[in-house]
């Protein structure tokens, strides 16, 4: 069974720059897209960032890009997102995720996925 695990979350100011890590197991393969997703107070869990564990194919959302970088160590299991360049609209609740099969259009779309972690809070201030 898939588990997942999230870390590295915490308070950082405006401009500055955190690392999200994700430990993950259970994986049967390597036939699956893993993601990060953000919920804040009032707003829908929506899709960051995912990445294709077989291709390393790498996809972001309009509001993280050229901001955020998702990336996967095989060897270790482990998800990562760096985050560079904080804004104010950045605070909530960051989750990573997986499914089997492709990431290709579906990837930012939360209720693909099967398996989850718990979460770790982002916090920015200004």
């Known amino acids: 069974q898939v588990q997942m695990e999230e870390s590295g979350g915490g308070s950082v100011q405006a401009g500055g720059s955190l690392r999200l890590s994700c430990d993950a197991s259970?994986?049967?393969?390597?036939?699956?897209?893993m993601g990060w997703f953000r919920e804040a107070p009032g707003k829908e869990r929506e899709g960051v960032a995912g990445i294709d564990m077989r291709t390393r194919a790498a996809y972001y959302s309009d509001s993280v890009k050229g901001r955020f970088t998702i990336s996967l160590d095989n060897a270790k299991n482990t998800l990562y997102m760096q985050m560079n360049s904080l804004k104010s609209e950045d605070p909530a609740r960051y989750y990573c995720?997986?499914?089997?099969?492709?990431?290709?259009?579906?990837?930012?779309?939360?209720?693909?996925?099967?398996?989850w972690g718990q979460g770790t809070q982002v916090t920015v201030s200004s």
């Open positions: 995720a997986s499914k089997g099969g492709t990431c290709i259009s579906v990837w930012a779309r939360p209720k693909n996925y099967n398996h």
């Open positions: 259970g994986f049967n393969g390597d036939f699956y897209c």
